[in-house]
């Protein structure tokens, strides 16, 4: 097949075929067309975008363009959870441990920072020694013994996604509906689990910025799944203002931790309390208030903690870090940046606050960049909070002093103050099942 006259054919506005479709997927996963042709072709769909068929189809060459994890000999429920992406969305690190904790298996395969937010994988990679790239075996062996394992796309699970998803990064194709559903859906069939929870993001730091995009996306990837055979749900929450405090990659991995000791910030624990709750449920945990309570158990008696550290020790990191997050290493410098006026932050641009994190180092900007696992920033004032002329409102951190004073700028432009508080956007916007 001619590649070129498929990105023409795309260009134009036509439908590709499934046979189109899965050479497409193919040539992604097997690297035999070029980046730049693939990034052509990423362009044409998100301008001419791709109908339900052409997604179906994409979503599932995706998901076979490399091995298709095999979970049936695990006993017991096997889950997974997806972000569709945020700024300092590290729910995965918390809740994971804690599903898993509750006796279901926890089957995750993740990603890289995409865009303005964050991924799981660069969060992982900032413990030393903790692998991410897993042969198949490894992964189904790794849930097997401890119920839990979060893997990359690496070795041969989705490597088409893999590919695309890198080429998505640095060419400006990531919010794009189908794109980001197969994207997503591919790695949660080929990832094998029963039973899935989505965490649709919504607002300013998000890919879907309003509800209704948000929900025709939870929708799409709810019925992809459920035509797959799975239980599963998505739960529309907000990225209007980051969550938590910490942006950034090991920051993010010391919000974690703080959180299953029961010390996180009040809405990173709200949101994992009701995804774990949610994946309870259609596992047949008991009802969703029920699930609720078993998964705040799972924090109180610290067994949740013991997980996510018997997890970064069983794929190769060290778990000492988790247990004590003081010898994660702290970035060389830091800037405050302090209110020049007083007031109420009223809203921020979240988005805005995750590109001021890939600028420090915490993202990349080129494909082959490496990242700075210390560089992020410390999120000291939130919208809705009130701030007096002075206050520091975050904290900035990087390897290079010489990126401070854009970063500044930039962060400041992405926070707006006003006189009087605003009214409060509730976390949980909307529930697809
Ligand atoms: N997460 C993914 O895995 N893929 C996307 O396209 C967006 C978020």
Redesign the pocket.
């Known amino acids: 097949m001619d590649f070129k006259a498929l990105i023409q054919k795309k260009r134009d506005g036509f439908a590709l075929t499934k046979e189109e479709i899965e050479f497409f997927a193919f040539s992604a996963a097997n690297e035999t067309v070029p980046d730049y042709q693939l990034s052509a072709m990423l362009m044409a769909i998100f301008f001419n975008s791709l109908n339900e068929e052409e997604t179906l189809w994409l979503t599932d060459a995706m998901a076979r363009s490399g091995d298709m994890a095999d979970l049936s000999a695990i006993d017991g429920i096997k889950g997974d959870k997806?972000?569709?992406?945020g700024v300092g969305d590290k729910t995965t690190l918390i809740v994971a441990p804690i599903v898993a904790s509750c006796g279901v298996k926890m089957a995750k395969m993740s990603?890289r920072g995409?865009g303005h937010?964050g991924g799981t994988v660069d969060k992982l990679e900032s413990i030393p020694g903790f692998r991410t790239s897993l042969s198949t075996d490894e992964f189904t062996d790794i849930v097997n013994e401890s119920g839990l394992c979060v893997a990359g796309q690496s070795g041969r699970l989705c490597p088409a996604?893999k590919k695309l998803?890198g080429l998505?990064d640095v060419t400006a194709t990531?919010d794009n509906m189908p794109?980001?559903a197969s994207?997503?859906m591919s790695?949660k069939l080929a990832g094998g689990a029963d039973c899935i929870v989505l965490d649709v993001k919504c607002g300013s730091g998000a890919?879907m910025k309003d509800k209704a995009s948000a929900k025709a996306l939870a929708s799409k990837m709810v019925e992809i799944g459920r035509g797959a055979g799975k239980k599963i749900a998505a739960l529309i929450t907000d990225m209007d203002t980051p969550l938590g405090k910490n942006v950034g990659n090991s920051l993010e991995v010391i919000e974690a931790v703080e959180t299953l000791k029961g010390r996180g910030p009040e809405d990173l624990t709200e949101i994992c309390i009701l995804l774990c709750a949610k994946l309870l449920e259609l596992a047949g945990k008991g009802s969703f208030d029920e699930c609720k309570l078993l998964a705040k158990a799972k924090i109180d008696d610290g067994s949740a903690l013991l997980k996510l550290a018997e997890m970064v020790k069983l794929q190769g990191g060290d778990e000492n870090y988790i247990l004590n997050t003081d010898l994660f290493p702290k970035a060389e410098f830091s800037r405050d940046v302090v209110a020049d006026e007083s007031g109420y932050i009223s809203s921020m641009n979240t988005e805005g606050v995750g590109s001021v994190c890939v600028a420090l180092g915490a993202g990349r900007q080129r494909k082959e960049d490496d990242i700075d696992p210390s560089a992020g920033i410390v999120i000291e004032k939130k919208t809705g909070d009130k701030i007096e002329k002075g206050d520091v409102i975050a904290t900035l951190y990087c390897s290079d002093e010489a990126l401070f004073d854009v970063a500044e700028k930039q962060y400041r432009e992405s926070v707006f103050i006003a006189p009087t508080k605003p009214e409060a956007i509730p976390l949980l916007l909307d529930v697809v099942e």
């Open positions: 997806h972000s569709t992406g990603g995409l937010t996604d998803y998505r990531v794109l980001i994207s997503i790695k890919f």
